[in-house]
């Protein structure tokens, strides 16, 4: 009877046992050491399948790795997908608006130019009228006080040597100031007396006298 209940209780652990390995996964039972003692302990069979579950295993995990592949690329794939619709979206709504542009435009050339554009025209061609009117003043401001500066020095010269020959210090000395207000002109001999300077008039008494 000992023997009997012994052998019953070594069958009952070692059922046990093999309901434990067949749990555990094949990379697992492959890489723990009680693996490797415990399968010194079984029979031959127990080994041959625990081996075509490893291989199995294997064969399934190379599928999965695949699936993984192709729905990571798939993501990417659909993200692209996304980017195109929104620039193919922005292309369609900037044709529109080219497209209603175009439009206006060639009403706009079958109706002829508004109102509003021959005013604007015409307020171009004023304007430019009076650019070319002020230009034009401008030259001949210019031109003028050319020809004052002119005058005014070959005024001063005029006095200086009529100053020398009439031996008068007053206006020897006398330098060109062309910011007073008053400028005197020699006209002696080319303008008339109502325009000689008052200092003219001194220098041409000295001179008589």
């Known amino acids: 009877m000992a023997l009997e209940e012994q052998r019953h209780k070594d069958g009952v652990k070692a059922s046990n046992l093999m309901r ?14 009680r693996y490797e003692d415990s399968e010194r302990h079984v029979n031959g069979p127990t080994k ?15 599928p999965q790795e695949m699936a993984m592949a192709m729905t990571t690329k ?8 996304k ?16 497209e209603e542009e175009n439009r206006r435009l060639r009403e706009t050339i079958d109706k002829g130019f508004r109102e509003e554009d021959d005013l604007v025209r015409l307020q171009l061609e004023a304007l430019l009228a009076e650019k070319a009117r002020l230009t034009q003043e401008n030259a ?5 006080n050319q020809f004052l500066y002119e005058m005014a020095e070959f005024h001063h010269l005029k006095l200086r040597e009529l100053a020398k020959s009439c031996g008068s210090p007053r206006l020897m000395d006398d330098e060109l100031d062309f910011n007073g207000e008053d400028v005197a002109v020699d006209s002696v001999s080319i303008y008339p007396p109502d325009v000689i300077g008052p200092q003219s008039k001194d220098v ?6």
Request: aromatic content about 4%; proline content about 3%.
């Open 140 to 144: 001949n401001y210019s031109r003028e």
């Open 74 to 81: 798939a993501k990417l794939v659909l993200r692209e997908l």
């Open 20 to 33: 434990k390995e067949s749990l555990v996964s094949p990379l697992r039972q492959a890489k723990c050491p």
């Open 204 to 209: 041409i008494e000295e001179c008589s006298e």
């Open 48 to 62: 041959l399948q625990t081996l075509s579950t490893l291989m199995d295993y294997k064969e399934f995990k190379a």
């Open 83 to 98: 980017h195109v619709k929104q620039d193919l979206l922005s292309t369609k709504d900037r044709c529109a608006r080219l």
